[in-house]
């Protein structure tokens, strides 16, 4: 293909962008769209079927609904499972907003377990409180939600990827630039306000199959939005705090225990015996996991045979049906039924991702970043354990803020976009082809991949990220120097990049916090205690004033819940505390450089 004209791009206009058409990306367009915005919606792959719930989802893992569990249960459950380091403000609003975002999405058509009352069926998989709601019919999710964006007429673009946000001279967001995956055209688009929810860096470290694209998270989200808020000056947060699940060896898919624990599933090691002391969704329980597996007592199972038949075949409807629906075909081909055999286990590859564990973009509770008119929802966002219906609910709230930002913005069209951050995008993106026999993107990208997992993968050390670091700079000329010939090919080295942008960030996050914290996901060997003294604070990263990755430390805002073992500073009362109408809040310029 031809190197397009970078002074002559496909140029398009909207007053709110958002970049990346899954869970979060498709509320923020409905809401923006519902409030009579001129939103564009921006997805690289086609959002009838991208993103997390492609394929559906078996149920809500965090709802918190009135009757069943309180806000104030959850936003205490989550501190705990994040050693305390979390803005409970930001995490409160998933749980106050998390139940009328049910509401609003069976309001669309999506179904959510009900008891003989009525009532919503949640379950129980943590110590305290209940906040699993299955969703039989979830692998409509994603169907459902495109059709109501289509009946809404929510402007959106299929195949075109965002590479850089665009800037103006006031730091402000003012668009994005991106290309055609399928036909190569460069593009760039003029907004007033840019909403980020273009997913995990599920790309960062390479699965145990050596597969590229055989992660744990959805593999098309590759960082894509932590490289571009970075690039666009916004802070990260918490990108130490690494992303590793629990999952089934060999398929790489979750093993489920929000959907069997319920039914009396349970993790077991090659004695038979349960191992698992911490709570499902934190770091420690990863920590054990690993520590069995290497023991003696390895490999572990997820234990299903000691269930009847009925409850089996109840298990399978859910597990072989949404999701990962090649599950079924993959226990059937290895000549595996639960009902004999127990599933063997095995650890994710690491990963970025708020929904998961806490890494991401830095926000506060109205999805508002650092960059002015730039916001951010869903796992990319630093909202922990955000999961699916905290992506939707800060769709909604980005799209909130958003237009609010517009408003206050005045009658100021959409900026220019400047052309030298077009100049610079457009060499990003169409490099490889003026080097058609450079090393292609696979091969490059496995190899930096591997480099993650021998020396980012905990257990950490200041030696081991020390040569992580070298070997992301080194790497650099080899990324320069990829070779592509088609657009698809050129999306795949954009990807790349982002891999390495977030693996630099990973390496000196970990590097910098000189302490072990949230169980293996940040494991420090060479700092095996918590140090609370120094590092009960955030540790944020962003662009500096030169071009270099400046690290420095964020202190851990009051909180509004008071949480045994942390010490409690009540924050005082907000106006926009229940939901973004009320002021968008400034983050506190509170930081300390080391
Ligand atoms: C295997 C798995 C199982 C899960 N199970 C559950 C569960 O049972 N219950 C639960 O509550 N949560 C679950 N989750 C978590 C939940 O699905 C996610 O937290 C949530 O869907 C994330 O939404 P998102 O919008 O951030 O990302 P996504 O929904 O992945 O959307 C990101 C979108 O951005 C697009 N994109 C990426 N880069 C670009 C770019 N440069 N330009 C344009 N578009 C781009 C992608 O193609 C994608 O469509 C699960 C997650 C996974 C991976």
Redesign the pocket.
Known sequence: MQIPDPRTPLRMECDVLV???????TMAGLTAAEAGADVLV????H?RH????AMG??????AVIPGKATPEQYVTEITHANDGIINQRAVYQTALLGFPMIKRLESYGVKFEKDEHGEYAVRRVHRVGSYVLPMPEGKDVKKVLYRRLRMKKVRHTNR????RVLTGPDGRATGAV?FDTRTGEFVTISARAVIL????C?RLGLPASGYLYGT???P???G??YA?AYHAGAELSGIECFQVNPLIKDYN??ACA?VTGPFGGYTVNAEGNRFVDCDYWSGQMMAEVARELASARGPIYLKLSHLPDSTISEIEKILHGT??PSRGTFHENRGNDYRHDDVEMHISEVGLCS??SSSGVWVDHTASTTVPGLFA????ACVPH??????FVY?DLAAKSALKFVAGAGSDGAAEPAQDQVDEAHELIYRPLANPDGPPQTQVEYKLRRYVNDYLAPPKTARKMEIALDTFQRMEAELASMGAKTPHDLMRCVEVSFIRDCAEMAARASLFRTESRWGLYHQRVDFPERNDAEWFCHVNLAKGPAGAMELFTRPVLPYMVPVEGFEFVALEPSPDDEAVEGAVGALEPSLSRR
């Open positions: 970049i990346g058409g899954g869970t979060a990306g921006l997805e690289k792959a959002i991208s993103g997390a719930l989802m078996d149920g809500v893992n965090n075109v990827m965002a590479v991106g929810s273009t997913g995990a599920g744990y998270e959805n098309t989200n590759a894509d939005g571009m898919g979750p929000y999701e990962r929904g998961h929802a869903g796992d990319m955000n999961y699916m219906v905290g992506a769709g």
